[in-house]
């Protein structure tokens, strides 16, 4: 019992800590211009990777999604985008985690630990593209701006990618070997018995990511919906002005009334 009880601490503080450098991460980044939407070079995604291949596909999603999420949250540019970020994020992290597998002697080979990283990457970009195209469409831009987006997002995502699996690969192949040497160890490229596909976790996993995605969609339609009114509000009340301002010169001429420079009536004689 206490055993069992001291493994789901560690994990609890494993998780915490992984989420916090993943979080870290994406604070060390630079913008990217790219007309609607927002893009950054940043090493959050590396952080993301490592957290999978080092831990089960569970513990490193959990903590890449948290971590990513968080940053998010409290960034006024993505807030919206906070539960889409941790789906996308935890498939990456989960991904690199369970593809990471040991061989038949017991071993992880390096090819195994590159593909992972990648195919991780892979699923994100996929998951960020599709989610970047819509949120154009959803905020009222053209298709073919949706696909400029989805063009820019692909390169910055493209060189976020081979920085990942570049810094997150020799990261893992030095922390494995020294963390087994602490009480971590029992984590490290922890396994499982699968218990197949259709079970409470992966059913509550998919409900959220289906509920998560609603009301992020929601909340961004209404937000243009929003925006949309006030612009042709402000575009109507401008239309008039205009209007007013032509009108009121039309009496200043049939009156021959003269005014200065700054609108100031001038009386002659």
């Given at each position: 019992m206490e055993r069992t009880a001291g493994n789901k601490i560690m994990k609890t503080v494993t998780v915490g800590l992984m989420a916090a450098l993943v979080f870290v991460g994406n604070y060390l980044s630079f913008p990217i211009p790219n007309g609607l939407l927002v893009t950054r070079i940043h090493l959050g995604n590396s952080m993301c990777l490592l957290a999978g291949l080092l831990f089960c596909g569970s513990t490193g999603g959990i903590a890449s999604g948290i971590g990513a999420a968080l940053y998010d949250l409290f960034n006024p540019a993505y807030v919206l985008s906070a539960p889409y970020t941790f789906i996308s994020k935890f498939a990456m992290g989960f991904v690199a985690g369970k593809l990471n597998k040991r061989n038949k002697e017991g071993k992880i080979p390096l090819a195994s630990t590159i593909l992972a990283a990648v195919f991780g990457q892979l699923t994100y970009i996929v998951l960020y593209l599709i989610k970047s195209f819509f949120t154009v469409l959803i905020i009222g831009g053209t298709v073919e701006a949706a696909w400029i987006a989805v063009g820019t997002n692909a390169v910055t995502s493209s060189v976020n990618a081979v920085l990942a699996v570049i810094i997150s690969v020799p990261l893992y192949l030095a922390l494995r070997t020294a963390l087994t040497k602490t009480p971590?160890?029992?984590?490290?490229?922890?396994?499982?018995?699968?218990?197949?596909?259709?079970?409470?976790?992966t059913a509550g996993l998919?409900?959220?990511?289906?509920?998560?995605?609603?009301?992020?969609?929601?909340?961004?339609?209404?937000?243009?919906?929003?925006?949309?009114?006030e612009e042709e509000e402000r575009t109507l009340?401008?239309?008039?002005?205009?209007?007013?301002?032509?009108?009121?010169?039309?009496?200043?001429d049939y009156l021959n009334i003269v005014t200065d420079g700054e609108g100031e009536i001038v009386v002659e004689g």
């Open positions: 971590i160890r029992s984590l490290i490229n922890e396994r499982k018995e699968s218990k197949g596909y259709l079970n409470p976790l998919t409900a959220f990511a289906f509920l998560t995605v609603t009301v992020y969609t929601i909340n961004l339609a209404a937000q243009s919906k929003l925006e949309k009114k009340l401008e239309e008039r002005l205009e209007e007013y301002e032509k009108r009121i010169d039309y009496l200043y």
